[in-house]
Protein backbone atom coordinates (compact mmCIF):
# COMPACT_ATOMS: atom_id res chain seq x y z
CA UNK A 1 0.00 0.00 0.00
CA UNK A 2 1.39 3.14 -1.20
CA UNK A 3 1.20 6.48 1.41
CA UNK A 4 -0.45 9.55 -0.15
CA UNK A 5 1.35 12.64 -1.09
CA UNK A 6 1.20 14.97 1.82
CA UNK A 7 -0.96 18.34 1.62
CA UNK A 8 0.65 21.04 -0.19
CA UNK A 9 2.08 23.86 2.62
CA UNK A 10 -1.24 26.40 1.77
CA UNK A 11 -3.62 23.66 2.91
CA UNK A 12 -1.17 22.89 6.24
CA UNK A 13 -1.77 26.26 7.63
CA UNK A 14 -4.27 25.77 10.19
CA UNK A 15 -3.88 28.85 12.01
CA UNK A 16 -3.99 30.99 9.11
CA UNK A 17 -7.17 29.42 8.46
CA UNK A 18 -8.76 29.85 12.16
CA UNK A 19 -7.70 33.30 12.20
CA UNK A 20 -8.84 34.25 8.60
CA UNK A 21 -12.68 32.58 10.10
CA UNK A 22 -12.50 34.27 12.77
CA UNK A 23 -12.08 37.62 11.57
CA UNK A 24 -14.68 37.31 8.61
CA UNK A 25 -17.35 36.68 11.98
CA UNK A 26 -16.01 39.26 13.66
CA UNK A 27 -16.35 41.69 10.40
CA UNK A 28 -20.13 40.23 9.66
CA UNK A 29 -20.63 41.47 13.46
CA UNK A 30 -19.36 45.02 13.05
CA UNK A 31 -21.08 45.33 9.60
CA UNK A 32 -24.15 45.09 11.60
CA UNK A 33 -23.25 46.87 14.36
CA UNK A 34 -22.97 49.60 12.45
CA UNK A 35 -26.72 49.30 10.79
CA UNK A 36 -27.92 49.08 13.88
CA UNK A 37 -25.99 52.70 15.00
CA UNK A 38 -27.62 53.78 11.71
CA UNK A 39 -31.05 52.49 12.64
CA UNK A 40 -31.68 50.40 9.42
CA UNK A 41 -32.01 47.04 11.67
CA UNK A 42 -32.32 45.90 15.15
CA UNK A 43 -29.71 43.72 16.39
CA UNK A 44 -30.94 40.27 16.51
CA UNK A 45 -29.79 36.86 16.21
CA UNK A 46 -27.91 37.46 13.31
CA UNK A 47 -25.75 39.64 15.58
CA UNK A 48 -25.17 37.12 18.37
CA UNK A 49 -24.78 34.38 15.75
CA UNK A 50 -21.38 36.11 14.32
CA UNK A 51 -20.20 37.00 17.80
CA UNK A 52 -20.47 33.68 18.70
CA UNK A 53 -18.77 32.60 15.62
CA UNK A 54 -16.11 35.32 16.73
CA UNK A 55 -15.61 33.91 20.27
CA UNK A 56 -15.75 30.29 19.10
CA UNK A 57 -12.97 30.95 16.26
CA UNK A 58 -10.76 32.19 19.33
CA UNK A 59 -11.63 29.52 21.40
CA UNK A 60 -10.66 26.91 18.53
CA UNK A 61 -7.47 29.14 18.04
CA UNK A 62 -6.48 28.65 21.41
CA UNK A 63 -7.09 24.88 21.81
CA UNK A 64 -5.19 24.69 18.35
CA UNK A 65 -1.98 26.66 19.88
CA UNK A 66 -2.04 25.18 23.18
CA UNK A 67 -1.81 21.64 21.75
CA UNK A 68 0.76 22.81 18.75
CA UNK A 69 3.19 23.94 21.91
CA UNK A 70 2.80 20.79 23.47
CA UNK A 71 3.56 18.84 20.18
CA UNK A 72 6.73 21.30 20.15
CA UNK A 73 7.56 20.48 23.53
CA UNK A 74 7.30 17.02 23.32
CA UNK A 75 4.63 15.86 25.17
CA UNK A 76 3.22 12.53 24.75
CA UNK A 77 -0.56 13.54 25.16
CA UNK A 78 -0.12 16.11 22.51
CA UNK A 79 -1.89 16.10 18.74
CA UNK A 80 1.04 14.85 16.48
CA UNK A 81 1.21 16.98 12.98
CA UNK A 82 0.75 20.60 14.52
CA UNK A 83 4.27 21.93 13.26
Same mark, same amino acid.
Given at each position: ????? +? *???? !?????????? %???????? &????????????? +? *???? !?????????? %???????? &???????????????????
Amino acid at each position: MVAPP +P *LPPR !FNQMSTVLAM %GSLAWLAA &AVVLLVTWFTGDR +P *LDIW !FLTCVVGAGL %GGVGYSVF &AWQRAAARRGSRTAQQGLD
